[in-house]
C-alpha cells in the first residue's frame, strides 16, 4: 500500500486527510454529541437553582472538558488515554444522580461528590486488567445492547420536536416532517451515495434538515445573541462540598459507567476495527476519563463518559482517524472559551437531531449483537441475556414501578444501563459456567433416564453432543 495515501487514510488510525476533508468528519460527530453534552449541565442547573452566569459556565466547562477528554483518549499521555478513535464527554448516564445530589446538595454537592468518582474511576482502571475476566463479552454486550435500546425514545422525542412530551408543539407534523426529512437524507446518503458523500451522511441530513427547519421559523438565534464572545473558567468558580450520602450515590455511579466505557470501548473496537479490545487501551481509557472527570470537577465540569452515539457513527462509518476525531475535539475546546460557538450548536431544532441519529443508536445496538454472539448462545448466556434486557428496559418502560424505593435506590435502578451491567455482572458470577456441550452432554443423560437407563453409565457420544450442540 502507498505510505502517502495510508496516511492520509480517514480509515487509518494514524491517517490525517486534509483538513477541508475532515472537518465535514469531524461535524458529524460534534452535532451528535453536542446537545448530549450540553443537556445535562441545564437539567443540573434547573434543579440546584443556579443563576443565568453559572448554567453558562456549567455549559462551557462541559463543552472545555468534552474536549480534552476526547484528546486524551486520542493521544495518550503515559498511561492515560485509549488510543482509540472515540468522542468521551460529559454525559447522560450520570443525569439521575445528578438530579438526585443537586436538587439537595446543589451544584458544590455534586461537584465534592465527583471528586471521590473521579478516584473511583481511576482505581477501576488501575485493576482493570486483573479484574477485566469479570467483564466478558456476554457482560458487555448486554450492556451495549442496552445502551442502544435505551436511546430510541430520546431519538423518538426529539424527532416528535423535544426531549420534553409537554413542550409546545410535540409531535406535530412540521416536527415529524423535518425528523423524518433528515433521516431520509442520512440513509438515502450512507446507502446510495458513493465515495467522501457516503462518509458524511449524517452531516448531510443535518444540513437539509436544518434548512428545512428554518424555513418552517424552527430555529431559534436568542441564545446565540445573547451569548458571550469569550469566557475563561477558573476554578472553585462553584464552590465544592463533601456530603457522605452524595459521595456514595457517585461513587456507585461512576463505578457502574465503568461497565458502559467497556462496553463503548469494546464496541469502536469491534466495530470501527474488526477486533478485540486491548487491556491497555481499556485501562488507559478508563484511567484518562477518571482524571478528567477528577480535576473537571475543580472548574464545574460534570462527569464524563464515553459517548455511544459517537461509537454508533464509527461503527456505521469505518472511520477510524484520530485526526478527524482531533479536530471535533479541538472545537469543543474552542467552544469551551467562546460561549458563542456552543450556542451556535444549540440552535439545532431537536426534530433534526433525531432524525439524524435514530440510525446511530440502531447502530450501537447492533454492535451489542455482534459482541454478544462473540460468546456461544448457550441456555446461560441466553439466560443473562434475556433477564438483565427483560428488568432493565421493563423498569425504564415502568418508572413508576420503582416510584416507592429510598431515594439512593430509586437513583440507581432508574437507569436501564446500570440495572443491566449490575444484572449481568451478577448472573455472569452466580450461573454455574456451561458450554453447549456441557448442555449437550446434559441432555442426553436425561433422554437415557427417561428411557429408563439411569443404572447405567452414560455412553456419551462426543461427536453427536457436538453436531446437537451446534443445532
Known sequence: MNTTNQNKSVFDFYGKPSLGKALPLSFQHILAMIMGAVTPPLIVAGVSGANAYETMLLIQVALLFSGISTLLQLYPVGRLGAGLPTIFGVGFAYVPTLIAIGSVYGVPGILGAQIAGGISMIVVGIFIKQIRHLFPPVVAGTVVLVIGLSLYDIAIKYMAGSGNINAAGFGSGENWLVGLTTLAVVLCCSQFAKGYLRLAAIICGI???????????????????????????????LGIEFHTTAIISMVVICVVNSVQTIGDLSATTVGGMNRELADKELSGGLLGNGVCTLFGSLFGALPTASFSQNVGIVAMTKVISRYVLGVAAVFLILAGFMPKFGALMTTIPYPVLGGATIIVFGMITMTGIQLLIKDELSSRNVTIVALSLALAMGIKAVPEAIGQLPDTLNMLVSSPVIVAAVMAFTLNMALPKKTLLDEAREREQIEQEMNGEEGKKPAFNNKAAEVKATH
Open 207 to 237: 444540513l437539509v434538515g436544518y434548512v428545512m427547519a428554518f424555513v418552517f421559523g424552527m430555529v431559534d438565534f436568542s441564545r446565540l445573541a445573547d451569548a458571550p464572545w469569550l469566557l475563561v473558567p477558573t476554578p472553585f468558580a
